[in-house]
Nanobody, 122 residues
Framework: QVQLVESGGGLVQPGGSLRLSCAAS????????MAWFRQAPGKERKFVAG????????NYADSVKGRFTISKNNAESTVTLQMTSLKLEDTAVYYC???????????????WGRGTQVTVSP
C-alpha cells in the first residue's frame, strides 16, 4: 500500500501561482506512475496531469497545458504540480494518485491522497 499526503494548496488571485506537493510513503515509489486529479464543487473528479514512472514522460489535460507542470523526485518520493497563470476555473480540491498501470483514469486501481484545496479568487 502507498500513503499519499498532499500539501501546498491555498487561496490565490487569478494569474497567480501555486506549487502542490505529494509525499509518498509505503511501497516503493518507483513502482508507480503518478498523477494529479481535481474535483470542483458539484463536478466529477478529473485528470489534470500524469508522469510515467520509468522515463518521466508527462501528459496533461488540455485545460492546463502550458500552465501546469508535473515533476517527481524519486529520491524524496515526491511528486509536484507547479501551477501558473491560475484561473477561476482551476478552483478545486486537488488529489494525488499512484497507479501501477499506465492509465490515468479516475477508476484505475490505485491509491489516493486526501486532497488539498486550491481556491482562485480575486
Amino acid at each position: 500500500q502507498v500513503q499519499l499526503v498532499e500539501s501546498g494548496g491555498g487561496l490565490v488571485q487569478p494569474g497567480g501561482s501555486l506549487r502542490l506537493s505529494c509525499a509518498a510513503s509505503g511501497r516503493t515509489f518507483n513502482n508507480y506512475h503518478m498523477a494529479w486529479f481535481r474535483q470542483a464543487p458539484g463536478k466529477e473528479r478529473k485528470f489534470v496531469a500524469g508522469i510515467k514512472r520509468d522515463d518521466g514522460e508527462t501528459n496533461y489535460a488540455d485545460s492546463v497545458k502550458g500552465r501546469f507542470t508535473i515533476s517527481k523526485n524519486n529520491a524524496e518520493s515526491t511528486v509536484t504540480l507547479q501551477m501558473t497563470s491560475l484561473k477561476l476555473e482551476d478552483t478545486a480540491v486537488y488529489y494525488c494518485k499512484a497507479v501501477r498501470l499506465y492509465h490515468f483514469g479516475v477508476n484505475t486501481p490505485g491509491f489516493w491522497g486526501r486532497g488539498t484545496q486550491v481556491t482562485v479568487s480575486p
